[in-house]
């Protein structure tokens, strides 16, 4: 089945082997090293750049919103978490290569803090282009006993699916989920959590996104879904 994607919500947590404690100059490290690395290729304002105090270590944040925009960085005290919210199909290779100079600018300001693992989660709506049936797709995930408990209830069955795939080693885990767009009549809403765990060190930012690659095509060969505009 061929679709074509239509927005996504990408997000990602770099998580960090042991916390940063010690917080205090961390902000300005950060923001420097993220001017520094951005901005041969980008335009980036000291308005972008925010920071947030706590009573709990939890609570501090280092935030840079990209282009001024929803979508965003944020350093906190055990993970780096990059957020790219609602983009378009063409803008993917963009959020890639923030995410990658993003990482090159973390290593820099803060070379002793080790990523330890990694959640990525992609929310998205994609739009049949082949005329394949949607409903008649769907109902492969069908169950009679839920149809039949809702039969005295006069009452309408959309199936969806959902399954969850382990690395034999417990390198790594992912779930995906397949329901009807309301983005679109003629689609579908894919949800997909990958987690990569105890990533070796040293690991690549290139490393880490081929083997997040990798799950992520499987994930689309098992719903027999290729999107043509990726």
Known sequence: MKVKSLRNTILVHFKFRRPIF????????FFDSLYRTLTPRFVVNAADFSTH???????????????GGASHVTLAA??????????????????????QLVDKAMSSSLPETEINSISLRSSEHVE???????????TKFDHPSVKAAFSSLDAIVEPSGRFITKATNQS????????????????????????????PKPSTFE??????ARISKACSASLDMEITNA
């Open 22 to 29: 010690e917080w205090q100059g961390v902000p300005g490290q």
């Open 53 to 67: 105090w706590g009573a709990s270590l939890n609570d501090m944040q280092a935030k840079y919103a990209i282009f």
């Open 78 to 99: 055990d993970r780096l978490m990059v957020e790219f919210w609602n983009i378009a199909p063409g803008e993917n290779k963009l959020a890639l290569e923030i995410m």
């Open 128 to 138: 049949v282009t082949d005329g394949t049936d949607i409903s008649s797709y769907l």
């Open 172 to 199: 790594w885990d992912c779930s995906c989920m397949i329901e009807r767009s309301l983005m679109t009549s003629n689609g579908f809403f894919i949800q997909m959590d990958i987690n990569l765990y105890n990533l």
């Open 207 to 212: 490393d880490r996104m081929r083997q997040a």
